[in-house]
T-cell receptor, first 114, second 113 residues
């Protein structure tokens, strides 16, 4: 049972344009969500997070939106840069069974074309 | 502040052997979590420790075990290695572990032959 889903395995975007990465979850008890960026053979690097009491969090070029009723979150990168090319994972935590652990989606590979 | 460190970075073992991986969290972080990353299964949670106590455990066989020391450093052990245990093993640390950002180390690449 996949509780966190990233349905797009890959995304290609032109440099300077907006990248939108999507994530859906099924567990309504999740109360904290994170986005990580990962390069091959390295650990995930934390990008941005959002608590369930908010619907938006912004940090520089990165903005995360949370729609609790739809159990959906998205990461917007504006403007996209070639250095943003990596695999992006969304993760969630919270609730009795999922406290103290992150449940990860399968990742979306972003390619930003120069 | 130094980040999360993991040793060794690479390891080659044969089936049936056992292995111990080490993780040193960021200074001041008391929660340490372990994850397994494989191409087919993505990032899967193994277990989480806080103040030397395991608070949560993923769906892995008993061959996978861990512990945390009083200085928050953690080790995980895999006994009777199988080919399918080949993976990148990632350690993450956070201050409290609950509604808290986890910071990952570079991982240990384990290859089982």
């Amino acid at each position: 049972d996949q509780q966190v889903k990233q349905n797009s395995p890959s995304l290609s975007v032109q440099e300077g344009r907006i990248s939108i990465l999507n994530c859906d979850y099924t567990n309504s008890m999740f109360d904290y969500f994170l986005w990580y960026k990962k390069y091959p053979a390295e650990g995930p690097t934390f990008l941005i997070s959002i608590s369930s009491i908010k619907d938006k969090n912004e940090d520089g070029r990165f903005t995360v939106f949370l729609n609790k009723s739809a159990k959906h979150l998205s990461l917007h990168i504006v403007p996209s840069q070639p250095g943003d090319s990596a695999v992006y994972f969304c993760a969630a935590t919270g609730g009795m069974d999922s406290s103290y652990k992150l449940i990860f989606g399968s990742g979306t590979r972003l390619l930003v074309r120069p | 502040k130094a980040g999360v460190t993991q040793t060794p970075r690479y390891l080659i073992k044969t089936r049936g052997q056992q292995v111990t991986l080490s993780c040193s969290p960021i200074s001041g972080h008391r929660s340490v979590s372990w994850y397994q990353q494989t191409p087919g299964q993505g990032l899967q949670f193994l277990f989480e420790y806080f103040s030397e106590t395991q608070r949560n455990k993923g769906n892995f066989p008993g061959r996978f075990s861990g512990r945390q020391f009083s200085n928050s450093r953690s080790e995980m052990n895999v006994s009777t290695l199988e080919l399918g245990d080949s993976a990148l093993y990632l350690c993450a640390s956070s201050v409290t572990g609950a509604q808290d950002t986890q910071y990952f180390g570079p991982g240990t690449r384990l290859t089982v032959l």
